[in-house]
């Protein structure tokens, strides 16, 4: 037999080196980071552990296990590590041993599967033949005061054999001393500062820095032969004020600052000296006064105005012209100080006219704003230029005179109203000249100088020999006596006024008219004219002053004031009135004129025939024979301007199978109705019972049909309602009849309306006078027949002084007696109640109580007082009830009189008379029994 297999022996438990606690919060341990071969790497060889252990756990006992080589040596260890290091630097070099299965060759290199912290600072490089070293990567770079202190590299290595070891390795970060840090500007670059001229000594600059290690530090500047230094927290302070003149222009100052172990760091300060204003600037014109003539052009140079600056003695100086007083004439070049006209300077409007003389105060200053600064006042004078020419105002005159007025009167004082605005003579002086226009020869001026306008000779507009000119147009001109003779043109109208010299004198002194009645309202009926003699002809206006009223209008006819057109407002009406007369005037405003107007009414067909009745509703059998008078009826028609014979029947809707005709059917003002032809409804010929016949009455009979075209035709209306009722079923011996059922509706014309109107509006009025009656009846029971007073209501106020009437108690006292004969439970309160089948009396069951009869009173109680009779009726019980008596529902005992009254019921009556206060009132439990 084979021997049996040596026991395997059990791989001795891996500890893991202690890892180094970082400086911040535990971490978890996050998964492992190397490549995925890595994790499956370390999966398949600890599986494959796990597989080949088992048949050696189950001989455990027969031999003794062996001691597995680790690959990684030199491993578990830790190593430290300066902050700050760059990529590449070594931490540690270890070596793996090949097994002998696998001849010394690695299948997974050694790599880094996991750290804690997370961190991608270290990796794993070759360094010879089964050599690695951990090294860093510089991303990031190691800092000992911003990340952990401490990391644990977990590095896993597997061979072709399929051998896998894992290792850790601890890297200890150590802290290291660093330059100080400068912040903001300083950090990067060299700062520059500037400093104004004159400032005091004092703070100029703080600067600041930092040491990684949190030392105190200090700061150190040089050169020490500046105006300047820095203390020891980093402020730079100015030792004394420097005058630009003469002190440099620009310092630099090397700024040191230094840690406690001696580490250092420089920067460079340039400091710029300001140079600002201390000297005022001074003019150097001498010139004062200056004169212009007036209106010279924007940009005319007037002065030119100079000063200089002592502070830019070597060169050229930068100062600012301006002027300061409110001037709205001159401006001053800013840079130049060239003064110049910008406004338009006119010498003959104020305040110039008055004061010729402007004054201009010039400022220099050596800023834009603010410095030192000079003033100057110069005067310019304005010379007066003959500019203007004479003006008028107004320059159009409108004078107005009546014809026939005298030669040599003065019209017009044309002087008066024209001036001339230059500022100083000959330049303000003017004449008149040149009177021209159509008709000019009746007009001339006085004198060229005092520019009068005369009326020449007289003016008739009736004479024929007048040009009939209502108004002149003329024109004179006004001119300057100075150079260049500057002139303009007054237009003058002069208006004749026409004299009212001739009174209205009308066409004919009396018109006639004739008009149809039937003419419409606001027609034109005819036409007065008026005229006079006047030239040019007077306005004249038309109206009537007398007559041309009716029964009905105050005012039937209208005249156009304008043109004499008259014109109806009302309805003629031949009928009532075949003439009217009125008087019209005419007027000019001052002179009248009447005349007579008759206005002829011309008769014409305007009425309807109206006839009786107008409407008609009755019933006829239809066995009534043909030719027989329609139930008696006739129709009897007047028409107010037709002759009786004029009128025409004929039915114009609703005469189905032409059954009805009327007769005669004209010629007459009366007419009966007609059946024409007998009913058949039993062959089916008809098959209307009801006939509503409209019929047309006319009045053109009398008309041949050429007149009938032409003339106006009036047609009135009548409705006629007709039931046919049919024969008995029945054949009786009587002698055959039938009834005749006449209807009648009251029918009310548009003119009407006032008939429902007034019927609905006395309805209304005794409807709300029988409803105040009865208001006024309930309050008198009220007064009369007060509510039943409580039994346990007392008076509010006691006064037993006051002595109260007497009152006269009447009781009457029923005796009840009822058998509640079943039983239910109440579903609200669940309590057992008895009732009585017949009357629903009800009472709460007591317990331990059969059903029974029970008593029940009931008291009637009549008071009559001093000043009549009354009768209070209150139910009160004879016995006090408990309370729970009082909580029964509805406990009532309904009394019946006569046969209705229950068995066993007695009735007492008690009469008692019992004399007490008026106030006081009969005695009644909580709870009453209702009825």
Not at 214 to 224: F, H
Not at 379 to 393: F, H, K, M, R, S
Not at 427 to 439: A, C, D, I, P, V
Not at 579 to 598: P, R, Y
Request: aromatic letters at 8%.
């Amino acid at each position: 037999m084979p021997a049996p297999p040596a026991p395997a022996r059990r791989a001795p438990r891996r500890r893991r080196p202690p890892a180094c606690r970082p400086s911040g919060p535990a971490a978890p341990r996050p998964p492992p980071a190397g490549p995925a071969r890595s994790r499956r790497a370390v999966r398949s060889g600890a599986e494959r552990g796990r597989g080949g252990g088992a048949p050696r756990e189950a001989a455990a006992g027969l031999a003794p296990r062996r001691r597995r080589t680790p690959l990684l040596r030199g491993l578990p260890t830790t190593r430290t590590i300066e902050e700050n290091a760059p990529a590449g630097v070594s931490i540690y070099t270890f070596n793996v041993t090949g097994s002998p299965l696998s001849s010394g060759v690695v299948a997974i290199h050694p790599t880094i599967v996991n750290s804690n912290p997370l961190t991608e600072a270290f990796a794993i490089v070759p360094a010879g033949d089964l050599v690695y070293r951990v090294v860093t990567t510089g991303n990031p770079i190691l800092d000992y005061e911003t990340m952990p202190k401490c990391f644990d590299l977990q590095i896993f290595v597997e061979d072709t054999a399929g051998r896998t070891d894992l290792k850790t390795l601890t890297v200890q970060v150590a802290d290291k001393n660093e330059r100080p840090v400068f912040w903001g500007n300083m950090a990067t670059q060299t700062v520059r500062i500037y400093v104004l001229e004159g400032t005091p000594p004092g703070l100029i600059y703080r600067v600041n820095a930092t040491d990684p290690e949190n030392g105190e530090l200090k700061y150190s500047s040089l050169p020490e032969s500046v105006p300047f230094q820095v203390l020891e927290n980093g402020d730079i302070i100015s030792r004394k004020k420097i005058d630009y003149e003469k002190d440099p222009h620009c310092y630099f100052l090397n700024i040191t600052v230094t840690d406690p172990e001696g580490l250092n760091s420089t920067r460079t300060v340039n400091i710029n000296i300001i140079n600002i204003d201390d000297e005022s600037p001074y003019f150097t014109t001498k010139q004062r006064i200056y004169r212009i003539p007036e209106e010279q052009s924007p940009g005319t140079v007037v002065a030119n105005i100079t000063a200089k600056d002592p502070d830019d003695e070597d060169s050229p100086s930068r100062l600012f012209y301006s002027i300061q007083s409110s001037d709205t004439y001159f401006s001053i070049n800013p840079s130049t100080g060239v003064l110049q006209v910008t406004g338009r300077i006119d010498r003959d409007v104020l305040p110039l006219q008055l004061h010729p003389n402007i004054s201009v105060i010039v400022r220099v200053e050596d800023s834009p704003h603010g410095g030192h600064s000079s003033e100057m006042e110069i005067t310019v004078i304005i010379g007066d230029i003959n500019d203007n020419p004479p003006e008028c105002n107004p320059s159009t005159f409108r004078k107005e005179i009546n014809e026939n007025s005298t030669a040599g009167i003065v019209l017009l004082d044309l002087r008066n109203s024209c001036k001339d605005i230059d500022a100083d003579p000959p330049n303000n002086l003017f004449r008149f000249t040149g009177l021209s226009g159509f008709g000019s020869n009746n007009f001339a001026l006085e004198s060229a100088e005092s520019g009068r306008l005369v009326m020449a000779e007289s003016i008739d507009l009736e004479n024929p020999s007048n040009p009939g000119v209502e108004v002149y147009s003329l024109t004179v001109r006004v001119q300057d006596i100075a150079s260049p003779n500057y002139s303009n043109t007054i237009y003058i109208y002069i208006r004749i006024k026409p004299v009212n010299e001739f009174f209205p004198v009308f066409s004919s002194l009396s018109y006639e008219f004739n008009v149809p009645e039937i003419t419409k309202v606001g027609s034109s009926i005819g036409k007065v004219t008026a005229s006079d003699a006047d030239r040019p002809p007077s306005v004249i206006t038309y109206s009537i002053i007398a007559g041309g009223g009716t029964k009905d209008y105050t005012n039937a006819f209208w005249i156009n004031p304008i043109n004499g057109d008259v014109k109806i407002l009302a309805r003629l009406d031949y009928e009532t009135t075949q003439k009217h007369f009125f008087t019209v005037q005419a007027s000019d405003q001052e002179k009248t004129a009447t005349a007579s107007v008759t206005v002829n009414v011309l008769e014409v067909n305007d009425e309807e025939p109206v006839c009786s009745p107008k409407f008609y509703s009755f019933q006829i059998p239809v066995s009534l024979a043909a030719g027989t008078n329609v139930n008696g009826f006739r129709i009897q028609c007047q028409d107010r301007d037709s002759d009786p014979r004029s009128f025409r029947y004929f039915i114009e809707e609703g005469n189905v199978n032409n059954h009805f005709t009327f007769s005669p059917v004209a010629g007459s003002n009366t007419s009966q109705l007609i059946l024409a032809s007998p009913f058949d409804y039993e062959s089916g010929l008809d098959m209307k019972w009801i006939y509503r016949l409209r019929v047309y009455i006319t009045d053109d009979n009398l008309l041949s049909a050429k007149n009938k075209a032409t003339h106006l035709v009036k047609t009135g209306t009548v409705t006629l309602s007709i039931r046919v009722i049919p024969n008995p079923t029945t054949v009786t011996t009587t002698t055959p009849g039938f009834t005749v059922v006449t209807k009648r509706e009251n029918l009310y014309l548009d003119s009407a309306w006032y008939v429902p109107f007034v019927t609905t509006l006395g309805s209304l009025l005794l409807l709300g006078l029988l409803g105040h009656l009865g208001v006024l009846l309930a309050r008198w029971l009220c007064a009369r027949c007060p509510p039943a007073p409580r039994a346990d209501s007392t008076p509010l106020i006691n006064t037993p002084d006051k002595k109260k009437p007497k009152k006269e108690v009447a009781l009457e006292m029923i005796k009840l007696s009822t058998v509640f004969d079943g039983e239910a439970r109440d579903p609200v309160t669940g309590k057992m109640y008895e009732f009585n089948t017949q009357s629903g009396a009800r009472r709460w069951k007591k317990s331990n109580e059969p059903l029974q009869p029970t008593a029940a009173m009931q008291v009637m109680s009549s008071a009559t007082g001093n000043s009549g009779q009354e009768t209070d009726r209150a139910e009160v019980p004879i016995k006090k009830e408990t309370s729970e008596k009082r909580e029964e529902p509805r406990e009532v005992a309904r009394p019946s009189a006569g046969p209705s009254q229950a068995p066993g019921q007695d009735r007492v009556k008690v009469l008692k008379w019992k004399e007490e206060p008026e106030d006081r009132k009969l005695p009644s439990t909580a709870q009453q029994p209702r009825q």
